[in-house]
């Protein structure tokens, strides 16, 4: 199993990014996937959720309007397009599949948001 998550990096206030998150080695298609993230000193929180189907979404209000996850079922691929960055969104950002009792992470990826 492996979830590898990439397009983190460094980006001004204001701006954009993409990550994607590549699993392998389970049925994507059937599991549940999170972005959490987790900033120096910070517990690890919920950034997005989406269910199996893609019928569910879910956001804190911290994230609400500015994050868009998605998900390709054909490509095994689950996305985040975060916009309007804060400097506060300065974090590692985790995927996570969920499936009953199995539970699959990745390593993370650096989002740096500054000027």
């Known amino acids: 199993v492996q979830l590898v998550e990439s397009g983190g990096g460094l980006v001004q206030p204001g701006g954009s990014l993409r990550l994607s998150c590549a699993a392998s080695?389970?049925?994507?298609?059937?599991?549940?996937m999170r972005w959490y993230r987790q900033a120096p000193g910070k517990e690890r929180e919920l950034v997005a959720g989406?269910?199996?189907?893609?019928?569910?979404?879910v956001y804190p209000d911290s994230v609400k309007g500015r994050f868009t996850i998605s998900r390709d079922n054909a490509k095994n691929t689950l996305y985040l397009q975060m916009s309007s960055l804060k400097i506060e969104d300065t974090a590692v950002y985790y995927c996570?599949?969920?499936?009953?009792?199995?539970?699959?992470w990745g390593q993370g990826t650096q989002v740096t948001v500054s000027s």
């Open positions: 996570s599949a969920t499936y009953g009792r199995a539970s699959y």
């Open positions: 080695g389970f049925t994507f298609k059937n599991y549940l």
């Open positions: 989406i269910s199996s189907g893609m019928s569910i979404t």
